[in-house]
């Protein structure tokens, strides 16, 4: 990314309803995340948006708390939580300073991750290590540069970069994230607004020393 866009920026897509990371349900991958036994204890949704994921973990019996800094995807989170009928936890918080109170196990991290530009990656990358207790994993699934310009798009090298010291990268695996296309990506995607796409991306699983 040029530049990290702005948080009223995000919080304008919730409102007209246009996100096209909205699915209305968990992105595939976070729910292949959990079946494989790769989510445990006190578990951080960062970017959580309108909460499909923490509604699936709390759900499935998980202490999570999702976090987003538009406040509009925090009402709307916890509304979808209300319907499904889930006692689920929100909080609207900047994922740049998510702060030094409670620590996590396992942190996830679904299209927030690949928004950011260099140096914000490297503070909030910085910020999941201080929230993250010892052996925690952080799992990011990020659009892949072998895209095609469904959002911003992040390289292999730039993951590998970002969980550099302090963290042992276990796993940087392709896989696929999946949209609802909007207006701004007709001509790129070749395909209507209101198709469902399923994008390259990768899936990094983070461990924290």
Not at 73 to 83: D, G, K, L, P, S
Not at 102 to 107: A, P, Q
Not at 135 to 145: M, Q
């Amino acid at each position: 990314m040029d530049s990290t866009p702005t948080f009223s920026r995000f919080d304008d897509v919730y409102k007209t309803r246009t996100a096209p990371w909205v699915i209305g349900e968990p992105q595939p991958a976070i729910v292949g995340l959990e079946r494989a036994g790769l989510v445990h204890g006190t578990v951080l949704d960062a970017g959580c948006g309108t909460g499909e994921h923490t509604i699936l973990l709390t759900r499935l019996g998980y202490d999570v708390l999702g976090v987003d800094a538009a406040p509009t995807a925090i009402e709307r989170a916890r509304e979808n939580a209300v319907a499904k009928g889930v006692d689920a936890r929100f909080e609207v918080a900047d994922a740049l300073n998510l702060g030094a109170g409670r620590r996590y196990d396992t942190v996830i991290d679904s299209a927030l991750f690949h928004i950011f530009d260099d140096t914000d990656r490297a503070e909030y990358v910085a910020g999941l290590h201080a929230v993250c207790v010892p052996d925690a994993l952080v799992h990011v699934l990020a659009l892949s540069d072998k895209g095609r310009g469904f959002g911003p798009e992040v390289s292999e090298a730039v993951i590998r970069d970002a969980f550099g010291d302090g963290w042992a990268l276990e796993a940087l695996d392709e896989t696929t994230y999946r949209g609802v296309v909007q207006e701004p990506h007709v001509e790129a995607i070749g395909l209507p607004v209101g198709s469902v796409v399923d994008e390259p991306a990768w899936l990094a699983r983070a461990r924290r020393l």
